[in-house]
């Protein structure tokens, strides 16, 4: 794929969007192969943590393209948005964690991808906007839906009705990325952090995931009730008794996902 090209490498995925002359941004070809990787390493046994990233230095993605956008019309503009909320989607609900190494400027559909991840790491060179007002249209790709949920309201309406941009500093005190390191640090960090996911339960992984993703959706007591139904699958694994036979015996875990 030309666009999306997948390195693996001890059980970690990098994806990295790969149109760096136009900062990545995303059209429906980028969209077509992104879904595509995604599907294949879902399935992929070899894979545990996959880490999205941007070629080049200057972007992670710097937004959609917008001359694909505009020559769109009500009906194709709407298919469009639905067809960046399903690739979009099926990243949110990838059951393996999903690594956003964001490595420069995540506009418009860029930030909407970084927020379809699981965890967020920034270089300290990273923006973050989403500007599509300025455009005069709305963020398209999940960006007016997973923003609010992630960093509240208020803040969400600001950076969306705004379309200014917020540097790394900024989107780390907001929740809106989890950790800032250095540009030169980016890829070691999150190489060390995938390490660390591919170190934990692989079941449990997948139910955290579940756990949190589907109980947002819930009221609070329902999700309560879902969480325990998980923690009583967890329960039955032969992961749960490696996990604490491990801690009882002082010893690193061996799963294996069963």
């Known amino acids: 794929m030309p666009f999306v090209l997948v390195e693996k490498a001890d059980r970690i995925a990098w994806v990295t969007l790969n149109r760096p002359e136009k900062l990545n941004a995303l059209n429906s070809e980028v969209l077509k192969e992104l879904e595509q990787a995604f599907a294949e390493l879902e399935h992929d046994a070899e894979v545990g943590v996959v880490v999205v990233t941007g070629a080049g230095e200057k972007a992670f993605v710097a937004g959609a393209d917008i001359a694909e956008l505009k020559s769109l019309d009500?009906?194709?503009?709407r298919v469009q948005a639905?067809?960046?909320?399903a690739v979009f989607q099926r990243i949110e609900s990838m059951p393996k964690p999903v690594i956003a190494a964001v490595n420069g400027f995540a506009l418009g559909g860029g930030c909407e991808l970084a927020l379809a991840c699981h965890?967020?790491?920034?270089s300290e060179n990273a923006r973050f906007g989403l500007p599509e007002v300025s455009?005069?249209?709305i963020p398209g790709y999940g960006g007016t839906q997973r923003l609010p949920r992630l960093v509240g309201k208020g803040v969400a309406l600001d950076l969306i009705l705004s379309g200014e941009m917020t540097p790394a500093a900024d989107a780390l005190r907001m929740g809106l990325v989890s950790r800032v390191v250095p540009q030169a640090d980016l890829r070691a960090a999150a190489e060390k952090l995938a390490r660390t996911l591919l170190s934990?339960?692989?079941v449990a992984l997948r139910s955290a995931l579940a756990a949190v993703h589907e109980?947002?959706?819930?009221?609070?007591?329902?999700?309560l009730q879902y969480e325990a139904a998980l923690f009583g699958l967890l329960a039955a694994t032969q992961d749960m008794q490696e996990g604490m036979g491990a801690f009882l015996e002082k010893r690193a875990a061996q799963f294996k996902g069963l």
Request: proline fraction near 7%; charge should be positive; avoid cysteine.
């Open 135 to 137: 455009l005069g249209i």
């Open 74 to 77: 009500t009906a194709s503009a």
């Open 215 to 223: 109980g947002l959706e819930m009221p609070q007591e329902q999700g």
């Open 82 to 85: 639905l067809r960046g909320q």
């Open 119 to 122: 965890i967020r790491i920034a």
């Open 200 to 202: 934990r339960g692989p």
